[in-house]
C-alpha cells in the first residue's frame, strides 16, 4: 500500500511561516485529491484544506484562508501546505490524506489510497 510521510513540521513564533511537504511512495498518488488535516491537542482532528488531482482548484478551512495555500507536484509526487502568519491556534500535529469531495467544497477524507502517516508536528509559540 502506499505510503504518506509528513514533514516540514518544527517549533516557529507567531507570524512566521513553514511548508510542509507529504511523500508519497507511488505514482497513485498524482490521481487521487489530496488533503491536508490537523489535530490540535486535546481535540478532534479537523480538516484544513484540499487540492484537485491535476491542482486546479483549492479549498481551504474559513480558520486559515488567506494564510495557508496547498500545491502538489505530481512528477515528484509530494502535496505542500504553504503556511504564513502562524498562531498560536495553528498549534497541532499536521497530516495528508486522499479526500473525495462530498459536496460544493466539502471533503472527507478516505484511505482508499493510504492509510494516515506519521503526522508532523507544528509548534507556534514565542
Known amino acids: 500500500q502506499v505510503q504518506l510521510v509528513e514533514s516540514g513540521g518544527g517549533l516557529v513564533e507567531p507570524g512566521g511561516s513553514l511548508r510542509l511537504s507529504c511523500a508519497a511512495s507511488?505514482?497513485?498518488?498524482?490521481?487521487?485529491?489530496m488533503g491536508w488535516f490537523r489535530q490540535p491537542p486535546g481535540r478532534e482532528r479537523e480538516f484544513v484544506g484540499a487540492?484537485?488531482?491535476?491542482?486546479?482548484?483549492?479549498d481551504v478551512s474559513p480558520s486559515v484562508k488567506g494564510r495557508f495555500t496547498i500545491s502538489r507536484d505530481n512528477i515528484k509526487n509530494i502535496l505542500y501546505l504553504q503556511m504564513r502568519n502562524l498562531e498560536p491556534a495553528d498549534t497541532a500535529v499536521y497530516y495528508c490524506?486522499?479526500?473525495?469531495?462530498?459536496?460544493?467544497?466539502?471533503?472527507?477524507?478516505?484511505?482508499?489510497?493510504?492509510?494516515w502517516g506519521p503526522g508532523t508536528q507544528v509548534t507556534v509559540s514565542s
Open positions: 490524506q486522499a479526500v473525495f469531495r462530498k459536496f460544493a467544497d466539502v471533503w472527507e477524507p478516505t484511505d482508499e489510497l493510504a492509510n
Open positions: 507511488a505514482h497513485t498518488f498524482s490521481t487521487y485529491a
Open positions: 487540492i484537485t488531482w491535476s491542482g486546479d482548484h483549492v
